[in-house]
């Protein structure tokens, strides 16, 4: 007997690294390059910290309620995490509860096959297309769950509603999870799943306060859905940590949904840069895809993706690169500040 064979074992997810030097340009995390709403500052200076002797509000009632009114849904259909990761896992434990497989694309968000190891949920990778875009007819096999990511990360591809539609019909006995950490720069509000709530009642979508909203740092995510399946995350919620969100964090996230103009220039900010960029790059020899996200996703013609990737970190510049099948000779580059991205380009213009 030893007690290690009783250990639940995991191979971790892996997060691009948080270098300390403040001199690093970090392009490895799809963080946003720019501070958070001024609104958010202020709702922090402005912090009574006497109240931190409280428990936060269970309920997350100030970010809810500010959520509800942005999405124009009642805030039973809202669910608040720390971090969509947490959400996302939540979501894993309380809907992928079956023997059957759960599905998702070979290539996608790196962190769904350790929830499913974590949780010893059975899953089937389906693998996308040449051009990295999800097979509708994949998906319509009988199965345990269904998660996606749109925009899909690291490939940056957004699916279309339609076949997303297509997918959750033909699906009524499982949940379809749809991650849209980064549908905030996608060029349409059409381009997103969320509204397909009103009409499945076996949708979850998934956001983060982390890419768009420039707070990763705060850990905050939601989910919408069905007053049904939120009320089951709900249940499992409590079940595990009722206080989830911090205080202080509530109140920001409120702060940060309230201040609209500030987080639609903020998208328009990356979107404007992420096309520049695209350009810069492929002037340079990349191949890349049509990017719906904060991030590019780039495959140079000649020189392998390690070697550039090496170079950069040599040279203060980090992105972020898999030793994986299918994606290995890509880069994934987050979209920085314009000055941040001149000096990426300035850089591979003389090493390549
Ligand atoms: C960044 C990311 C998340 C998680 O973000 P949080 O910081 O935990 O909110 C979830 N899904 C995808 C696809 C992501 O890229």
């Known amino acids: 007997m030893n007690w290690e064979n009783n250990v639940r074992r995991v191979v971790p997810y892996v997060a691009g690294e948080q270098p300390q030097n403040p001199k690093v340009i970090k392009l490895n995390t799809n ?45 039973e259909r809202i669910f608040v995490g720390i971090g969509s990761d947490d959400v996302l896992s939540m979501a894993f434990m309380t809907f992928f509860n079956s023997n059957k497989p759960i599905l998702f694309p070979d290539v996608t968000y790196s962190f769904y096959d350790v929830w499913a190891d974590l949780y010893k949920i059975p899953y089937e990778c389906q693998p996308l297309d040449e051009g990295f875009n ?26 279309k509603v339609s076949d997303l539609e297509e997918i959750i019909q033909a699906n009524p006995n499982s949940v379809v999870i749809i991650d849209e950490a980064y549908i905030d720069f996608a060029i349409e509000v059409k381009d997103s799943c969320l509204p397909l709530i009103d009409k499945y009642d076996n949708l979850l979508v998934t956001r983060t306060f982390s890419k768009s909203r420039s707070m990763a740092g705060m850990r905050i995510g939601y989910a919408c859905g069905s007053e049904k399946l939120i009320k089951y995350l709900n249940d499992v919620k409590f079940s595990f940590n009722s206080y989830t969100l911090s205080t202080p964090a509530i109140l920001a996230g409120a702060a940060s949904v309230k201040d609209n103009d500030y987080f639609v220039s903020t998208c328009n900010k990356v979107r404007a840069t992420r096309t520049r960029i695209f350009q810069e790059l492929q002037r340079l020899g990349f ?66």
């Not at 950069?312 to 941040?340: M, Q």
């Not at 000096?343 to 213009?349: E, G």
Request: glycine letters at 4%.
């Open 134 to 159: 999800i097979v509708k007819t994949d998906y319509f096999k009988e199965n345990g769950g269904i998660v996606i990511a749109n925009p899909n990360a690291p490939t940056a591809i957004l699916a």
């Open 287 to 352: 191949e890349e895809t049509v990017s719906h996200t904060n991030f590019l996703f780039a495959a140079h013609e000649k020189v392998p993706a390690r070697q550039i990737f090496d170079a950069l970190k040599e040279n203060g510049i980090y992105v972020r690169h898999w030793n994986k099948p299918r994606i290995d000779n890509f880069l994934r580059i987050t979209v920085g500040t314009d000055e941040e991205m001149d000096t990426l380009v300035a850089f591979l213009k003389r090493y390549l």
């Open 31 to 75: 963080e946003c390059p720019y501070p958070p709403s001024p609104k958010v500052t202020e709702a922090l200076r402005g912090y009574d910290t006497d109240n931190l002797r409280k428990y936060p509000d269970m309920n997350i009632t100030p970010l809810v309620n500010a959520l509800a009114e942005f999405h124009g849904i009642s805030p």
